[in-house]
T-cell receptor
Framework: GQNIDQPTEMTATEGAIVQINCTYQ??????LFWYQQHAGEAPTFLSY????GLEEKGRFSSFLSRSKGYSYLLLKELQMKDSASYLCAGRGFKTIFGAGTRLFVKA | NAGVTQTPKFQVLKTGQSMTLQCAQD?????MSWYRQDPGMGLRLIHY???????DQGEVPNGYNVSRSTTEDFPLRLLSAAPSQTSVYFCASSPTGVPANTGELFFGEGSRLTVL
């Protein structure tokens, strides 16, 4: 199988840092994507890791450990507009998504 | 640049009816795919294509057909609609990176289908 697991929901405070974890079966994929999806909209690409380590892109960073089948998305200086679902997706011959993590940012 | 265009945006069908969801992209992407999204289920892959004339099944292909006669178009056909197919459908395309691996997905705006 190609199970991808992430928490269902998280809540964080405006201005804080939040980490969204994703675990997957290592035999299925050779990289991880992160997408953001606001309610009623299409997903949009955030980041992509194919090698181990941290990729930083402004307020967003993504980490990958291929041997552990583990990734996380780190959001810094949270803003209200960051309230959305965050989708972890495995990269291979086809792209398979986890169920997504709904993030609620409160004032 | 239009990107990925899906039509229709909304559709209501009766059980047993057939219909086609259209998807077109103008980015010359080789890889195209269809997903459905249901509450709490995330995006589930229905069918995908790595180039014109080549299609393959995803995670939930039953009840759906696809074809890829051109690079630009990838229609999804519902042969006999069922209430279980009520969902939001997304078409997505990607340029191929390393051979046989997908790159960043570009999504259409989605098509909301209700089957009564």
């Amino acid at each position: 199988g190609q199970n991808i697991d992430q928490p269902t929901e998280m809540t964080a405070t405006e201005g804080a840092i939040v980490q969204i974890n994703c675990t997957y079966q290592t035999s299925g994929f050779n990289g991880l994507f992160w997408y953001q999806q606001h309610a009623g909209e299409a997903p949009t690409f955030l980041s992509y890791n194919v090698l181990d380590g941290l990729e930083e892109k402004g307020r967003f960073s993504s980490f990958l450990s291929r041997s552990k089948g583990y990734s996380y998305l780190l959001l810094k200086e949270l803003q209200m507009k960051d309230s959305a679902s965050y989708l972890c997706a495995g990269r291979g011959f086809k792209t398979i998504f986890g169920a997504g993590t709904r993030l609620f940012v409160k004032a | 640049n239009a990107g990925v265009t899906q039509t229709p945006k909304f559709q209501v069908l009766k059980t047993g009816q057939s219909m086609t969801l259209q998807c077109a992209q103008d980015m010359n992407h080789e890889y195209m795919s269809w997903y459905r999204q249901d509450p709490g289920m995330g995006l589930r892959l229905i069918h995908y294509s790595v180039g014109a004339g080549i299609t393959d099944q995803g995670e939930v292909p039953n009840g759906y057909n696809v074809s890829r006669s051109t690079t630009e178009d990838f229609p999804l056909r519902l042969l006999s609609a069922a209430p279980s197919q009520t969902s939001v459908y997304f078409c997505a395309s990607s340029p191929t990176g390393v051979p046989a691996n997908t790159g960043e997905l570009f999504f259409g705006e989605g098509s909301r289908l209700t089957v009564l």
